[in-house]
């Protein structure tokens, strides 16, 4: 009797052991405090979406653990998403297309697969506009007129090319039939300097995020004459989408989430329950409302798809775009 005893309390105490820092109960992680890498300065969208998660994480309750937003700015994401790749998954970074485009066009050598996808969270459309005294009054005249001479108009873009403003330009621009390899970008460092070109009469239309056009538009000092949704954008209902005017293109600028490579399925799970939790919270809705945003979630399988879909489609836009040979 004494052995049978003694067998059972070793196999209950062997039991015990292997639940400790088990996470397949979904109650052991996370461990520690969480840190949400925002790749940039204060001030920015990075940023803005990192401190937005953290406050309405706390505010819910989804996560019980203290979560600290750490800025981790350069190289256009890199330095944040390096120091990312050596944490473990108590860690997180805000992400976006230039996690693509960075190593497509030869400035990182880190790719998606260096990372856990987590969530797909928000995106923001592209417009294309043009002062309120241009002679274009649809996107289509000036693909007409780019088809022509691509070098016929000069086309703000910032802050650089290969990111979504000029891409997205590119794409629609390359389904019309356009050379897009002659079109005359005139890059500047920021989105006001770009409207400050396009209202100054100094370029012919500019191509911008949503947020940095609409303003103007509904003040009456330039025109959008696209959207790149899949639909209208509720309070623009004057603007039409490129698939309207007979472009089949759907342009997103969408930002996420992603944790550190080789995470557990358990930690995955985890993180998966808690976005699903939070992007159906009153607070998100407001946020992404507020900051002209577009709901664009998808959970970590699905933003592992979606990653290779885009990585596919930049490929060949930067490809096209004669960025690299």
Excluded at 17 to 40: H, M, Q, R, W, Y
Excluded at 117 to 131: K, R
Aim: aromatic residues 8%.
């Amino acid at each position: 009797m004494k052995r049978l005893l003694s067998v059972f309390v070793i196999f209950t105490l062997l039991l015990s052991a292997c639940s400790i820092g088990s996470s397949g109960d979904g109650k052991t992680f996370p461990t520690g405090n969480i840190e949400l890498v925002a790749p940039a300065t204060p001030g920015g969208g990075w940023d803005t979406t990192a401190r937005a998660i953290q406050k309405i994480l706390r505010d819910e309750k989804l996560v019980d653990q203290n979560i600290n937003v750490v800025n981790k700015p350069g190289g256009g994401g890199e330095v944040g998403w390096q120091y990312l790749s050596t944490k473990d998954a108590h860690h997180l970074a805000i992400n976006s297309s230039l996690l693509i485009s960075n190593h497509l066009l030869g400035q990182s050598n880190l790719t998606y697969e260096d990372f856990t996808p987590i969530a797909i969270l928000t995106t923001e459309w592209m417009t294309i506009a043009v002062s309120t005294d241009s002679k274009f009054q649809n996107a289509i005249e000036i693909m007409e007129q780019l088809k022509e001479d691509p070098h016929s108009l000069k086309i703000a873009v910032a802050p650089g090319l290969g990111n979504n403003d000029h891409l997205s330009f590119v794409q629609a621009a390359k389904e019309f039939g356009v050379d897009v390899t002659k079109l005359d970008f005139m890059v500047y460092e920021s989105g006001g300097d770009v409207l400050t070109a396009l209202l100054g009469g100094h370029v012919d239309l500019a191509t911008m995020a949503l947020s940095e056009s609409k303003e103007q538009h509904l003040a009456g000092n330039l025109r959008i004459l696209s959207v790149s949704s899949e639909e209208r954008i509720k309070g623009l209902e004057d603007v039409p989408t490129w698939k309207e005017q007979g472009i089949d293109i759907v342009f997103p600028h969408w930002r996420g989430v992603m944790g550190p490579k080789d995470m557990t399925e358990e930690e995955i799970a985890y993180w998966d329950d808690v976005f699903s939790k939070m992007v159906e919270t009153e607070a998100w809705d407001e946020l992404v409302k507020n900051n002209e945003w577009s709901h664009f979630y998808k959970n970590s399988s699905e933003a592992k798809a979606f990653f290779e879909e885009q990585t596919e489609m930049y490929n060949e836009l930067i490809t096209e775009a004669g960025l690299v040979e």
